[in-house]
């Protein structure tokens, strides 16, 4: 039987991308869904083509930003399922614009939602976790949180600090039942660079013809699952050896 049969897990996310595709490919597995990202009336189409009964799927829109929410929204998925097994810690925005020119607010929207939302909430659900005595963040970071790339500058910052959190929270939680996986994609066909920050902060636009040439969703989330599954630590998915073109 799948490690992931009746599982609750709760992808953040959930609407698009990367975050949809983890959704489709674990429904298969029969798992219990929290689904997440702000916009509602995606993460309700995604829901329904899952094919999950409704009793096992919650639509939970919540926005990164607004960290005060997160305990009230662990309270809902406790309230529907009373546990949470999973936390696929996967929404992110990017950027595309040089350190010369990129105004500061564009570093703080990069780390209110790929650092600090993501910060506040592991910190809300790990009370549940500890006393559950098990549970696993997976969290997507990127090829970006290990190397640094041109007009990135502010994402590369961000996903290079949840590599720093995450270790460490893997180091002080192992021995009480709780798992880390880091992952790290190259390029993924999603929307990301669509909604890039520019120097700004205003929406970029374009497509990079990188990322419209990566890898499919579907076939990144079945190599991410199968990797979860063996409680792998860190895991590198993707296109890596093209990423070189932007070094
Ligand atoms: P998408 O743009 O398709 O997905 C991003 C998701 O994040 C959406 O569901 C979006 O939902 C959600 N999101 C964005 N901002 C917020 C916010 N403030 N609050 C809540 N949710 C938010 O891109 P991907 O699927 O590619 O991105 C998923 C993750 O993968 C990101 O962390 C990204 O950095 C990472 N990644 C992607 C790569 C790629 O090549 N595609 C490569 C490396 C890493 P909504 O707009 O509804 O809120």
New binding site residues.
Partial sequence: MSVFFQKVVWI?????????AIAQTLAKEKVKLVL????AD?LQRVAAQTGLPSSDILVLP????DIDSFPDHVETVLQHFSRIDYVFQ?????QRSTVADSELSVYKQLMD??FF?VVALTKAVLPTMLSQKSGSFVV?????GKLGTKQRSG?CAS?HALHGFFDALRAETYNDGLRVTLVC????????SF?ALSAGGQVHGKMDTN?AQ?MS?EAFAKRLVKAVSKEKEEVYIGGAEIYGIYL
């Avoid at 997507?140 to 970006?144: C, E, I, R």
């Fill in positions: 953040t996310g959930a609407s698009s991308g990367i975050g949809e997440s990202a702000r916009r995606e919540m926005d990164m930003t996967n929404a992110g925005i990017t939602v790929n939302g997507t970071s990127s090829v970006a994402y996903k994609p190259g390029y993924i066909k999603t929307p990301l909604h990322q990566g969703a």
